[in-house]
């Protein structure tokens, strides 16, 4: 069956510093992957997504990047975190329509 | 004007209650989804639907292409159902667009 996998579950990193949040995803191959956040109080958006290895969209203009080195492993990372990068992040991946989350991370930039 | 619109942002019935939440969606899609997330953030989904109507237990999910319109129901609702419901609409390549959830609270 497929799972995916998200680390750490929670995170506070103080402004300025770097951030890597992982997402692998086990039982499929060649997923679609998709990192969305959900800001304290808002709706979920979509970030990035990718359809293979080193193929990514970006939806939103932000400090924000992603890189998929393998298959089935999504990275978001930041050079240099705001403030209002706090909030709950979800990776996903999807086939044939059905969406799939992981059980988030929430980033807390203090 | 957001692409897709939930009401009501938040419900609150006695256990028991016929819940009814509605999505409106503004762009062409492929299919639509209805999500559940509980109170630590976990996001789970409920229905994909094209067309039609689908039912799972206790929740039905019907859409109107024509109309862009989606509802989701709950039938003899329960405490455990208090969630935030949401509605997302695919499109493209498999891209979701979400409207901002209906919190529901069912108070026993």
């Known amino acids: 069956s497929q799972t995916i996998h998200q680390w750490p579950a929670t995170l506070v990193q103080p402004v300025g510093s770097p951030l890597s949040l992982e997402c692998t995803v086990e039982g499929t191959s060649n997923p679609n992957l998709y990192w969305y956040r959900q800001a304290a109080g808002r709706g979920l958006q979509l970030l990035f997504y990718s359809v293979g290895i080193g193929q990514i969209s970006s939806e939103v203009p932000q400090n924000l990047s992603a890189s998929r080195p393998q298959d089935r492993q999504f990275i978001l990372s930041s050079k240099k975190l705001l403030l209002s990068d706090s909030g709950f992040y979800l990776c996903a991946w999807s086939t044939a329509g059905e969406q799939y989350f992981g059980p988030g991370t929430r980033l807390t930039v203090t | 004007k957001n692409e897709v619109e939930q009401s009501p942002q938040n419900l609150t019935a006695q256990e028991g209650e016929f819940i009814t939440i509605n999505c409106s969606y503004s762009?062409?899609?492929?299919?639509l989804h209805w999500l559940q997330q509980h109170p630590g953030g976990g996001i789970v989904s409920l229905f994909m639907l094209s067309s039609g109507k689908k039912k799972h237990g206790r929740l039905i999910a019907t859409i109107n292409i024509q109309e862009k319109h989606s509802s989701l129901h709950i039938t003899a609702s329960h405490p455990r159902d208090s969630a935030v419901y949401i509605c997302?609409?695919?499109?493209?390549?498999?891209?979701?667009?979400f409207g901002q959830g209906t919190r529901l609270t069912i108070n026993p």
């Open positions: 762009v062409g899609i492929s299919a």
């Open positions: 997302a609409v695919i499109q493209g390549a498999q891209k979701l667009v």
